[in-house]
């Protein structure tokens, strides 16, 4: 696969470039596991300020690499700035709390007096380099949530980017360097899916992060597991969006097209399948589809435009795919299922609404990348809680509902790695991120994602 920026929204390339070849990736690779020694001696408080100085250079570039971004796949601006602004919060935020997240631990003396210790501490150690494998669609975000906790607990950073947006990576890169991180804290290695196993293999990698689909998940984890080395893996998601009775639901349908298009609709954790009490059904529909069909499509560094193209032409036939088995199968597009009519430049395609969906339809399993919504009708709380969790996938969820009794059944029985009620799915730094069954394991983000990357180390002393 070239490595270049093509822009979606015409189909032009625009810059190419030269993938690092083995030399340069043994350099990088080299540089990385030299910086381990430094980085493993820096206190909290210069870490601290070189993370700090990178946000506050973020801050000044981001209407640079928002147009970047935005150029690379597609994302609109306004999202653009939003995502370097958000990269910028999550610096300061691991800056601020890395030192209490990873605090040394003592287990009080009558927890341990049986294990023969006078005293015992836990401590968080960093591994080493770890190899972050990220996708295209949230391009700085992806990387960002991983390299700021990472680097604080002392690791090195190896980025192998997806190819499509190789000015974002080069520009990370870049960033770290000019906030004044030691050489080979943190690197971009510019090269095709076809090299990450021999560096994945090599032994001075010590673990490795992939956020991306479940392929390719698959097998970074299949390699991981075959060298034992520690993975963290955030792979795709089908959300369910439940509506029941006691719903707002004129909030519910505004809030479920925001959560169906965010990112043009490519996000893991973007809503998909929208699941309504058939009390409130009729009401969501009409005012969800009357919604997304009023989204404006076009060149996203309009900032009136709020849906841009999808960022591959493979990803908008793949799309193209699913909704066309769709409704050969009987379903019904109440909005949308085609291509933008004059829009001929771009990998453009209408935000989509389908009703009539069910198992005989691959859409009905499989992940919809791109502005398509599924809307189901249920009964009741037990087959909006089965069609949720029949899927196998486990991201987030998303529950509109004012019962706290339906929360509390909610909140126990969906499976996936979160539940949001009466809003919309959103990373923060302070909270756990990841999935369950095929949407991945281990977490990002919070005290766990910092974590997930150290040595967790028991240090036992005897009497003296």
């Known amino acids: 696969m070239p490595i270049a920026t093509v822009n979606p929204a015409t189909g032009e390339t625009l810059k190419t470039f030269e993938a690092h070849g083995p030399d340069e990736i043994e350099r990088r690779i080299a540089l990385a596991r030299a910086a381990v020694d430094e980085q493993r001696t820096l206190d909290f408080d210069t870490r601290a300020r070189l993370l700090n100085r990178a946000a506050a250079l973020l801050d000044e570039d981001q209407e640079h690499i ?3 971004m935005t150029v690379e796949m597609g994302k609109p601006i306004a999202a653009a ?3 370097a602004a958000k990269c910028a919060k999550a610096m300061r935020w691991y800056a601020h709390h890395a030192p209490r997240l990873l605090a040394d631990e003592h287990p009080s003396p009558d927890d341990i007096k049986d294990a023969g210790a006078a005293r015992a501490i836990v401590r968080y150690r ?4 770890v190899l972050a494998v990220m996708p295209w669609n949230f391009p700085l975000w992806q990387v960002v949530r991983f390299a700021a906790p990472a680097l604080m607990a002392g690791n090195t950073g190896l980025l192998k980017h997806a190819s499509n947006v190789p000015q974002t990576a080069l520009y990370l890169h870049d960033l770290f360097r000019r906030a004044g991180w030691p050489e080979g804290s943190f690197s971009t290695l510019l090269v095709g ?34 060298e034992v080395k520690k993975t963290v893996l955030e792979l795709g998601g089908s959300d369910p969006y439940l509506v029941m009775s006691s719903a707002d639901v004129d909030r519910a349908a505004d809030t479920a097209v925001k959560a169906r298009v965010q990112n043009n609709g490519q996000s893991c954790i973007a809503a998909k399948r929208f699941i309504v009490h058939t009390a409130v059904h009729d009401a969501f529909l009409e005012r969800f589809t009357a919604g997304m069909r009023k989204l404006n499509v076009g060149d996203p560094l309009d900032e009136s435009v709020q849906v841009g193209p999808l960022a591959m032409e493979q990803g908008r036939a793949d799309l193209e795919e ?7 199968h009987g379903a019904v597009a109440r909005c949308g299922g085609r291509r933008p009519p004059g829009m001929d430049r771009g990998w453009f395609y209408e935000p989509t609404v389908l009703t009539g969906v069910d ?8 992940e ?9 009708r249920v009964a009741d709380l037990d087959e909006a809680v089965a069609l949720a969790n029949n899927t196998p996938f486990g991201l987030s969820s998303n529950a509109w509902t004012r019962d706290e009794e339906e929360m509390a059944r909610l909140a126990q029985d969906i499976e996936a790695g979160g539940v949001f009620f009466n809003g919309m799915t959103a990373s923060h730094p302070a909270l756990p991120f990841g999935g369950v069954k095929r949407s991945g394991y281990g977490r990002e983000l919070s005290s766990h994602g910092i974590r997930e990357f150290c040595n967790i180390t028991t240090l036992w002393y005897g009497e003296d």
């Open 359 to 366: 198992a005989t339809m691959r859409i009905h399993q499989e």
């Open 368 to 376: 919809t990348f791109g502005p398509v919504a599924t809307v189901y």
């Open 126 to 129: 960093p591994l080493g380099v």
């Open 322 to 328: 699913l909704v066309e088995d769709a409704l050969a």
């Open 193 to 226: 899916s076809g090299a990450v196993e021999g560096v994945l293999r090599d032994r001075r990698i010590a673990a490795a992060t992939l956020t991306g689909s479940e392929p390719a998940g698959r097998s970074v984890a299949a390699i991981a597991g075959d």
């Open 81 to 83: 700035r939003a995502e």
């Open 66 to 68: 928002a147009r970047t």
